[in-house]
């Protein structure tokens, strides 16, 4: 998925207990690194495409899904209930809530989707731990 400033403009603050910033950061860094593993012919990272949804949904981003007729432009869903629906404060607690009963009843293993989506939810509305993935960091370069 291409992001544009418009996207990380759109954020809704109120979905986030982490600066904006640092959201935005972990969001195209998953979108970059999915992109480029679809490139390179990977098999799906499932934990990844958790965090990519997860990102999407919070941030009320439209995306693109391919549909038999072609493709459609739609309001991102929910990576746990699947709803529809605008993310918003009380509807983030809520997904979090279905992650994390979700993760609980996964078969033990390598972590999957439910793990990326709950390990997002935890760090963007929780503020617990670390980002779900290794954020690329963006340095200033000296000049002198």
């Not at 979108?31 to 499932?46: I, K, N, T, V, W």
């Not at 007729?69 to 529809?84: K, L």
């Not at 994390?100 to 963007?124: H, I, Y």
């Amino acid at each position: 998925m291409e992001l544009t400033a418009r996207d990380f403009e759109r954020i809704p603050r109120g979905n986030l207990h982490v600066p904006v910033r640092e959201f935005a950061r972990l969001w195209w860094t998953a979108e970059r690194r999915g992109d480029a593993e679809e490139a390179a012919g990977l098999p799906e990272d499932s934990f990844l495409t958790g965090v990519q949804v997860t990102c999407r949904w919070l941030a009320n981003a439209i995306v693109t899904v391919q549909r038999p007729g072609g493709s459609v432009r739609q309001w991102a869903h929910a990576p746990i209930t699947d709803t529809s629906e605008n993310a918003y404060e009380e509807l983030v607690e809520v997904e979090t809530q279905a992650a994390e009963r979700a993760v609980a009843v996964s078969a033990p293993g390598q972590p999957g989707f439910e793990d990326g989506a709950l390990a997002t939810l935890a760090w963007a509305w929780r503020r617990s731990g670390v980002p779900p993935i290794e954020v690329e960091q963006t340095s200033a370069k000296q000049t002198g």
